[in-house]
């Protein structure tokens, strides 16, 4: 069997651009899936502290190949709260990790729960079902 070397190369840049838009796109449903279950369960006073929320899905510099970190957080944009005259960063903490607070809506842990939640095999299985997606143009 012979292959033309740049056919080779073209179908293999393809492959490799359509792993990085599979594990890219894992990354930010991943995120946006963790982003959802902590809007759920958020205290919410004024709206001040949910709506700091923020994903921010990058490419991996520090390792060969195509690979995407997400972060999901809160505190984003200097949100402000109206009715404490804070900024959203000088206390989401203290709301985060005060178990004993009661809240009329949402309550303590609201992002780490979350991530607890989805948990390693929700997270791999997404990867699966992208790069199986973005391989299929290739049999996968």
Do not use: W
Request: with cysteine; glycine share 10%.
């Amino acid at each position: 069997m012979t292959v033309e070397g740049t056919s080779f190369n073209n179908r293999l840049d393809i492959l490799f651009d359509n792993v990085m838009h599979g594990t890219k796109k894992a990354a930010n449903e991943c995120c946006d899936e963790i982003m959802a279950l902590s809007l759920a369960q958020v205290p919410r006073d004024t709206g001040a502290l949910a709506g700091s929320i923020f994903k921010d899905v990058q490419r991996r510099g520090d390792i060969v190949g195509y690979s995407y970190e997400g972060v999901v957080g809160y505190g984003q944009n200097s949100a402000f709260n109206t009715k404490s005259n804070a900024a959203v960063s000088d206390y989401m903490m203290q709301i985060h990790e005060d178990m004993s607070a009661v809240h009329t809506t949402g309550k303590a842990k609201f992002l780490e729960d979350p991530f607890r939640e989805y948990g390693f095999t929700r997270f791999m299985n997404k990867y699966y079902d992208c790069m199986k997606e973005s391989l299929r143009p290739f049999g996968g």
